[in-house]
């Protein structure tokens, strides 16, 4: 059984297959041969003849020579052989389907690639449609042919805590074994297109900006930094597209969208990958107050279309995603979760050395406030939440209100203890945007290696005027792993952040 990463060089197993690999070209068998196209795919003929009978399929295959063909291809996952009559079941792109092989109707040769066939092979068949005494749908073979040899043994069991590493790193495998984990990603392919769909209909326009970027910006955030060779510049991965998309904006593009990837160089946990995919979008002339409800119509809408109801299970909770969803500033969350004096520093300071937070570089009332809000509530916020107020401080590209100077008008959406969204009115006075500008580069010489560079251009394009717009992003994986009740994000990402194996056995989690 090959359930872990390990070297296959002397494993018996695959010695073997190698060693037919040899044989099939000694009897003129390329292993490894060209494509022959299948026709038809298992989920389309289970569709259609699933719901006759034995009787009916036998009766359809009378005369024999006048009976419709059809031909399948896949991988093998089934062998059983009983002398002269081999079972097998293949598995396409859409689902599985049996082969019915007899020497009696198959040539020598094309019989005996039957007999030594292995787990994983991947071949073409060619027959007609019938069921078997026990009602399983069949594909009676007239011919076969082998098209990929498999010289590694796929796993018996692919499963449990001692496979996850195996799972992560060799995801090839994972979808070859697990069924389960195929429809995940299906899933999100599918979460990805009605995304596009939902904003397309609005009249949004999706655009590509870089990803590589002169300066630090977008978002708080600690970057991943690169070289390059001819310009002889450091540049930087992109944390957030958001300064080139309201760039956009400026420029007449009054709705626009992005499905990007985006960088950030920080710790690795169930909710955390290095690497990750986000949607963000602006709308001019629209408040975060629109955009909290066409929110809430995007996530009614993508329950409906992926799961057929707004309620949901994630692990142990039944979750609603019908709108309209709760409300709460920052400073009722902490109230409605224990946090009591929410505006002392002793008492934040207090509980956060509970928690044993790093307080430098947050000494601030506000920030002690959402650091508290991060240790104590965001975890119990199970229901969809609209937490707001967010502190200026914390908000360098948000508006400020005009009643309250000190909060931004801004929103970030809980479900099931994650953050899922955030969006906000957009800063669109060049002054205040300069000053906020200038207080990251304070943080930044403070030692807080998350916050943000000046970016001149950007004053220069809010110089020319950025109409009053609001913006928002959405986190694409921790949407998945919601909808698909997926307890890690490594889980709906096909190809996750890992420490090379032969360093750890585990990437470090914090």
């Known amino acids: 059984m090959a359930d872990s990463v390990e070297n296959f060089e002397d494993d018996p197993i695959v010695l073997v297959r190698r060693k037919k690999i040899q044989d099939f070209r000694q009897k003129n068998v390329n292993p490894f041969r060209v494509s022959i196209p299948p026709k038809h795919l298992a989920a389309n003929l289970h569709a259609s003849y699933a719901a006759f009978t034995k009787e009916e399929l036998d009766a359809k295959r009378t005369p024999l020579e006048s009976a419709p063909r059809f031909s399948v291809a896949?991988?093998?996952?089934?062998?059983?052989?009983?002398?002269?009559?081999?079972?097998?079941?293949?598995?396409?792109?859409?689902g599985r389907i049996q082969l019915f092989c007899q020497a009696t109707k198959l040539d020598e040769a094309s019989y005996d690639l039957v007999k030594h066939m292995d787990l994983g092979d991947i071949v073409y068949a060619e027959g007609t449609i019938f069921k078997t005494k026990t009602g399983e749908l069949s594909l009676d073979c007239e011919k076969l042919a082998l098209l990929t040899k498999n010289s590694r043994p796929l796993p018996e069991k692919f499963h449990g805590l001692t496979d996850i590493e195996a799972r992560y790193r060799q995801r090839y495998v994972d979808l070859i074994c697990n069924d389960e984990v195929k429809k995940v990603f299906e899933t999100r392919s599918k979460i990805i297109q009605e995304m596009r769909n939902f904003f397309n209909e609005r009249e949004y326009l999706e655009v590509e900006t870089p990803m590589l970027h002169p300066l630090v910006g977008g978002a708080t955030a600690r970057p991943f930094k690169t070289y390059h060779n001819t310009l002889k510049m450091e540049l930087f991965m992109r944390i957030a597209p958001e300064l080139y998309l309201k760039r956009l904006v400026v420029g007449g593009f009054d709705r626009?969208?992005?499905?990007?990837?985006?960088?950030?160089?920080?710790?690795?946990?169930?909710?955390?990958?290095?690497?990750?995919?986000?949607?963000?979008?602006?709308?001019?002339?629209?408040?975060?107050?629109?955009?909290?409800?066409?929110?809430?119509?995007?996530?009614?809408?993508?329950?409906?279309?992926?799961?057929?109801?707004?309620?949901?299970?994630?692990?142990?909770?039944?979750?609603?995603?019908?709108?309209?969803?709760?409300?709460?500033?920052?400073?009722?969350?902490?109230?409605?979760?224990?946090?009591?004096?929410?505006?002392?520093?002793?008492?934040?300071v207090g509980l956060l050395k509970k928690k044993g937070v790093k307080l430098k570089g947050h000494e601030s009332v506000p920030d002690l406030q959402w650091l508290c809000f991060e240790q104590y509530v965001e975890d119990q916020l199970i229901q969809p939440t609209f937490i707001t107020d967010h502190p200026i401080e914390i908000s360098p590209l948000s508006r400020r209100s005009d009643t309250r100077p000190e909060i931004a008008e801004r929103f970030e959406l809980y479900i099931a203890g994650r953050e899922i969204a955030n969006g906000f009115n957009e800063l669109n006075d060049p002054e205040d945007q300069k000053s906020r500008f200038m207080d990251q580069l304070k943080r930044k010489a403070a030692g807080d290696e998350e916050a943000t560079d000046y970016d001149e251009d950007y004053i220069r394009a809010l110089e020319y005027g950025l109409p009053p717009t609001a913006g928002e992003g959405i986190g694409i994986d921790r949407l998945t792993m919601l909808l698909t009740n997926s307890s890690s994000i490594r889980d709906v990402i096909l190809f996750p952040q890992m420490r090379p194996a032969a360093t750890s056995s585990t990437p470090h989690e914090s």
Do not use: Q, W
């Not at 896949?74 to 859409?94: E, N």
């Not at 629109?290 to 279309?305: G, I, N, P």
């Open 74 to 94: 896949g991988r093998v996952l089934l062998h059983r052989s009983f002398g002269k009559s081999t079972f097998m079941t293949i598995r396409d792109r859409s």
């Open 256 to 348: 626009v969208y992005e499905i990007n990837r985006c960088f950030r160089n920080e710790g690795i946990s169930i909710k955390h990958n290095p690497e990750f995919t986000m949607l963000e979008f602006y709308e001019a002339y629209a408040t975060y107050e629109d955009l909290m409800r066409l929110t809430e119509d995007l996530f009614e809408r993508l329950a409906m279309k992926i799961l057929g109801s707004t309620e949901i299970t994630y692990e142990t909770h039944a979750v609603s995603l019908r709108k309209p969803y709760k409300r709460m500033t920052v400073l009722e969350a902490l109230k409605s979760h224990s946090v009591e004096n929410a505006s002392d520093k002793t008492t934040l």
